[in-house]
């Protein structure tokens, strides 16, 4: 076993207290590859912010979990070369059996997320207990999940959403154990994370999207004050990329997500810890498709997935500095 403190990584919990008092959400950002984590790590750093790094189920079989041990460690290193030892976390994002978080903890993980909210409300707090009792046995903090988001990322899926019961979220958190709560109040999975009968359009044919159901915030708020609560499925999905995707050859038809007033409004709440993946899928995926298309001849993989991960780092700095509000709070 691999404890995370041998790495150099943090658990989320002291982080978690000071986004709380500071109002401001630590990022959440998922990486597969060496291109992503070196856009993550340059952006936070650059910035000045704490990290969770997130891996799903789906990435740690893509990278390897011993690769992704050593990813870690490495990404520690990194940001104390580019100059400043910010706070990382290395979390799993939405596991979903007891063996999955107990083989993340072994290797490294400092933080997990075990996801029952597709079980029966007894059935998620019994699995999630059992999670809790063991990763706390290590120092790991766990995030549990309540109500189901819409969309479709990596291996999680649903074709509707279920909003958060707010009268559970009391007796969920005394009866697990968890230290924050996944909630959903209108976020969804995915570039197409609703469908356009959903939204409204703008003069110039933009997507609106319902907005955030902030009073289920608000009252999960008053039913446990002080803890912490992450949000799923919040990228923005910028149309100027998506633009660019679908100029180079890309068919992403009404692709929408959550407008970026709105996750600025969550993250100044209990809303510490805000995931964005598919934001920088769209980045990547648009600066590849832009140069392949300028330079057809290229087959160099650095000199395309360099291009891509300048537009993540460009991104991701973004997103620290104008939407999370975590720039200089590392």
């Keep these: 076993m691999t404890h995370y403190k041998e790495l150099g990584l943090v658990n989320s919990r002291e982080l978690f207290q000071k986004a709380m008092k500071g109002g401001y959400a630590i990022p959440a950002f998922n990486f597969n590859n060496l291109e992503q984590l070196q856009a993550i790590i340059g952006a936070c750093v650059e910035t000045k912010s704490p990290v969770i790094l997130q891996v799903s189920s789906g990435a740690r079989k893509y990278a390897n979990q011993s690769l992704l041990k050593h990813l870690a460690h490495g990404a520690v290193d990194y940001a104390k070369e580019l100059g400043y030892a910010i706070p990382i976390v290395l979390h799993l994002d939405h596991g979903d059996t007891f063996e999955l978080c107990k083989s993340c903890i072994e290797f490294g993980f400092s933080s997990v997320m075990i996801d029952g909210s597709h079980h029966s409300y007894e059935n998620n707090v019994a699995l999630?207990?059992?999670?809790?009792?063991?990763?706390?046995?290590?120092?790991?903090?766990?995030e549990g999940e309540l109500g189901v988001l819409a969309g479709i990322e990596d291996e999680v899926s649903s074709e509707v959403s279920h909003y958060?019961?707010?009268?559970?979220?009391?007796?969920?958190?005394?009866?697990?154990?968890?230290?924050s709560l996944a909630i959903s109040i209108g976020?969804?999975?995915?570039?197409?994370?609703f469908k356009p009968d959903q939204c409204t359009r703008s003069e110039d044919g933009v997507l609106i999207p319902p907005p955030l159901?902030?009073?289920?915030?608000?009252e999960v708020e008053k039913r446990i004050p002080g803890f912490p609560i992450v949000l799923h499925g919040a990228s923005s999905v910028p149309i100027e990329l998506v633009k660019i995707i679908n100029a180079n050859g890309g068919k992403l038809k009404d692709a929408?997500?959550?407008?970026e007033e709105q996750l600025r409004m969550a993250s100044a709440s209990a809303v510490c810890k805000i995931n964005i993946d598919s934001d920088g899928r769209l980045a990547m995926t648009a600066a590849i498709r832009k140069t392949l298309t300028d330079n057809p001849g290229e087959f160099d993989p650095r000199k395309y997935l360099a291009p891509a991960r300048d537009q993540l780092k460009a991104l991701y700095s973004?997103?620290?500095?104008?939407?999370?509000?975590?720039?200089?709070?590392?």
Excluded: C, M
């Design 128 to 142: 999630t207990k059992q999670v809790v009792a063991y990763a706390h046995e290590h120092d790991v903090t766990v």
């Design 164 to 179: 958060t019961k707010p009268e559970e979220v009391e007796d969920f958190v005394k009866k697990t154990g968890v230290d």
């Design 187 to 193: 976020t969804s999975h995915g570039a197409n994370k």
């Design 213 to 218: 159901r902030f009073d289920i915030l608000t």
């Design 256 to 259: 929408v997500g959550i407008p």
């Design 318 to 330: 973004h997103k620290i500095i104008n939407v999370l509000g975590s720039a200089d709070k590392a």
